[in-house]
Nanobody, 120 residues
Framework: QVQLVESGGGLVQPGGSLRLSCAHS????????MGWYRQAPGKQRELVAT???????NYADSVKGRFTISRDNAKNTVYLQMNSLKFEDTAVYYC??????????????WGPGTQVTVSS
């Protein structure tokens, strides 16, 4: 069973930076992508950023130019560098790992989430 362990959340002032990390428990050959989602109080969960096994990235418009997703395959880890943080970035951030289970079939694992709070 794949397990995802997130770290790096916390309290930061507006304009500050945080780096989230997410490590998966084992080497997986069939990874399609990894990513980050977030859910703010009273709001639906939303995509933040994803990165495919080939290195292609995708970002929500609200974080483009401020957040950067990257991977270290040797460490089975994906990162989310968050700069110029805003109040509205406050949310629980969830790591995801999507694997290919068959032709055009995928399964997504979710981490337990890590809290990011932007406050002065």
């Amino acid at each position: 069973q794949v397990q995802l362990v997130e770290s790096g959340g916390g309290l930061v002032q507006p304009g500050g930076s945080l780096r989230l990390s997410c490590a998966h428990s084992e080497s997986i050959l069939s990874i399609y992508s990894m990513g980050w989602y977030r859910q703010a109080p009273g709001k639906q969960r939303e995509l933040v950023a994803t990165i495919t096994s080939g290195g292609s990235t995708n970002y929500a418009d609200s974080v483009k130019g401020r957040f950067t997703i990257s991977r270290d395959n040797a460490k089975n880890t994906v990162y989310l560098q968050m700069n110029s943080l805003k109040f509205e970035d406050t949310a629980v951030y969830y790591c995801t790992l999507t694997v290919l289970t068959g032709p055009s079939r995928y399964y997504t694992y979710w981490g337990p989430g890590t809290q990011v709070t932007v406050s002065s």
